[in-house]
């Protein structure tokens, strides 16, 4: 089965440095990678996706995230963070059946 | 364009009490899913639907039930609410199943059971 890790449940950084939230996946088969994005009191919004065309993906708001088959990773990434990063990011994992979620990781950016 | 919307926002709940989360989506989705989300824990899914009059369940449907009557409509409901079913409760729906598909979700239902 399927499944997403994300490391480090909350991750602060201080406004204009890079952030970096790490996720790794198990799949048997090739897998669709996603980045989704929780703002308080706000459901989730897709942030970026994989789907094997190229292995850096490039999402909204400044958001990238690389596919690496040989680390099992697809850690996302923004160069400079700003205040209104501040949310909850989940990892999801697909196949053709079913999606997994990460358990997600709160950003906190400090002024 | 509103999307799926989720009511009510927030529910109390005694135990032993019934209720349903309504969801409705208004972009001719045919997959529709039911979440919870817990601190630390990520999303689980519940119940999924892949069209009107057929549903499934996921993860974690233990003390859910639903039904899809409509291809807008996918409500759940609580039959005999626990205190182990105080969550956030989102409903999503796609176009397709899963793959390369996006899900888009609902604002949430909180729920406590007390």
């Known amino acids: 089965a399927q499944s997403v890790t994300q490391l480090g449940s909350h991750v602060s950084v201080s406004e204009g440095a890079l952030v970096l939230l790490r996720c790794n996946y198990s799949?048997?088969?090739?897998?669709?990678l996603f980045w989704y994005v929780q703002y308080p009191n706000q459901g989730l919004q897709l942030l970026l996706k994989?789907?094997?065309?190229?292995?850096l993906v490039k999402g909204i708001n400044g958001f990238e995230a690389e596919f690496k088959k040989s680390e099992t990773s697809f850690h996302l990434t923004k160069p400079s963070a700003h205040m209104s990063d501040a949310a909850e990011y989940f990892c999801a994992v697909s196949d053709n059946n079913d999606m997994r979620f990460g358990a997600g990781t709160r950003l906190t950016v400090k002024p | 364009n509103a999307g799926v919307t989720q009511t009510p926002k927030f529910r109390i709940l005694k135990i032993g009490q019934s209720m349903t989360l309504q969801c409705t989506q208004d972009?001719?989705?045919?997959?529709m899913y039911w979440y919870r989300q817990d601190p630390g824990m990520g999303l689980k899914l519940i119940y999924y639907s892949v069209g009107a009059g057929i549903t499934d369940k996921g993860e974690v449907p233990n003390g859910y039930n639903v039904s899809r009557s409509t291809t807008e409509d996918f409500p759940l409901r609580l039959e005999l609410a626990a205190p182990s079913q105080t969550s956030v409760y989102f409903c999503a729906s796609s176009y397709g199943r899963s793959g390369a598909n996006v899900l888009t979700f609902g604002a949430g239902s909180r729920l406590t059971v007390l």
């Open positions: 994989y789907t094997s065309a190229a292995t």
């Open positions: 799949s048997s088969v090739p897998p669709y």
């Open positions: 972009m001719n989705h045919n997959y």
